[in-house]
């Protein structure tokens, strides 16, 4: 590179400037992917983050789920692997005259295509003692009566690839029975290539479920037109406390708060009446006021 007397030649100087061109081209392609590895990182630590604080605030709600009633038997409505709905107490606000309890409904849906989970509510103003479950829209978000919609988590790869994997499980298909409910969500923020996704999972037990009991009693006929009226058979799944109301069906009077044709609302009772065949009713209900009724034929002597 340099010449007899000691000097860079100028083919000398090309040679070093490209062979200097050459290494900053190799050191800025190696910032470049470093620096695009730590924006990808930082990407997928933040959709990570969020569907965690998605699956946590899911969590607080559900445990937070309004107790089943007469009225409303069902506080999770809708369980679907990818879709859910179930009623909660709204954390703030001042319930309005109509709906004392400041219940609410919240939905969860995943929307497949954009791959993302929407959350929105059915808010307690909109809501009084007679409104029943809102029905599902089509999609997800979907409209109607629902508001609030707001996505949740995005990234979410459970349905992607010709995988279908569910976020939602349920350890019951039948909704008053729904003890345990799990969510996974799996997020990849560029899927098929790249570092493997994250799977986010969160279980919860519900603490307010509560499940209808079961009506059953015996009649046991003593003669003289008595008859011995048994409900000890008569069980909840929750080992709550029952109330029972009897009926006669041929009968207007009326005892306690048990309403018309009532005759009784001991756990036992001895029934005077004439002879024949009567309609006898019991009623049970539990704390939560979750009714179980069962009319027997009883051949009275």
């Known amino acids: 590179m340099r010449d007899e007397r000691g000097e ?34 930082q990407v997928r630590t933040e959709s990570t983050d969020r569907a965690r604080n998605a699956t946590d605030g899911l969590a607080r709600q559900l445990r937070n789920m309004a107790t089943p009633t007469a009225l409303q038997p069902n506080a999770i409505t809708l369980a679907s692997p990818y879709d859910m709905i179930f009623e909660t107490v709204a954390p703030t606000g001042t319930p309005p005259a ?33 409104t029943v479950a809102p029905s599902s829209p089509s999609a997800c978000p979907g409209g109607g009566s629902w508001s609030n919609a707001k996505v949740v988590a995005q990234d979410v790869v459970n349905v992607y690839g010709g995988k279908s994997r569910a976020v939602f499980s349920f350890d019951s298909a039948v909704l008053n029975q729904i003890t345990l409910v799990r969510t996974d969500l799996y997020i990849d923020t560029d899927p098929g290539t790249g570092p493997a996704e994250q799977q986010i999972t969160t279980g919860v037990t519900l603490r307010n479920q509560d499940r209808a009991p079961v009506a059953a009693f015996t009649a046991t006929p003593a003669g003289g037109g008595v008859v011995l009226l048994d409900a000890s058979l008569s069980t909840d799944p929750d080992n709550d406390p029952l109330s029972y109301c009897w009926y006669d069906l041929a009968t207007s009077g009326t005892v306690g708060t048990c309403g018309t044709g009532s005759i009784s609302s001991a756990q036992f009772f001895k029934y005077m009446t004439t002879s024949g065949q009567k309609q006898i009713k019991l009623v049970v209900t539990d704390p939560s006021g979750l009714p179980s009724s069962v009319t027997k034929t009883v051949n009275v002597s």
Request: positive net charge; contains cysteine; glycine residues 6%.
């Open 8 to 41: 860079f030649s100028l083919i000398g100087l090309l040679v070093a400037i490209m062979i200097f061109g050459f290494v900053m081209s190799a050191t800025y392609a190696a910032f470049d992917v470093f620096g695009r590895n730590i924006r990808n990182n």
């Open 98 to 130: 109509a709906n004392p309890q400041n219940v609410e409904f919240v939905r969860y849906c995943l929307d497949t295509a954009a791959r993302k989970v929407w959350s929105m509510v059915m808010l307690p103003t909109a809501i009084s003692s007679g």
